[in-house]
């Protein structure tokens, strides 16, 4: 059974950066024909989830175009852990913020999220 557990400030002020970190138990890299990328995702108040970035590993980190200019997305394989940081925040990056694992099966099209966080809520406010 895989576990993610989100980790950060609750509260950032405008133009700093947020910065998650995710705890991850139970987890593998790969299993069989599956490669695992380890994702973030965020839903703002009142709106739909939006994929923000994943990483498998150092080479392997692909971000959204919208918010790649101010993401980035690391892990430290010692912790079992990956970070994200968004830089330059504004009100508008408030959000509950999830990790989650993404499943993609070799040779396919198949990518599935088959693990989430349970979820922190961030708010950008002075």
């Known amino acids: 059974q895989v576990q993610l557990q989100e980790s950060g400030p609750g509260l950032v002020k405008p133009s700093q950066t947020l910065s998650l970190t995710c705890t991850v138990s139970?987890?593998?890299?790969?299993?069989?024909?599956?490669?695992?990328?380890w994702t973030w995702i965020r839903q703002p108040p009142g709106k739909g989830l939006e994929w923000i970035g994943y990483?498998?590993?150092?080479?392997?980190?692909y971000y959204s175009p919208s918010l790649k200019s101010r993401t980035s997305i690391s892990r430290d394989t010692s912790k079992n852990q990956f970070t994200l940081q968004l830089s330059s925040v504004t009100p508008e990056d408030t959000a509950v913020y999830y990790c989650a694992r993404t499943a993609y099966r070799v040779g396919s099209n198949y990518y599935a999220i088959d693990y989430w966080g349970k979820g922190t809520l961030v708010t950008v406010s002075s």
């Open positions: 139970g987890g593998s890299d790969t299993a069989g024909a599956y490669y695992y990328y």
């Open positions: 990483i498998h590993d150092s080479v392997n980190v």
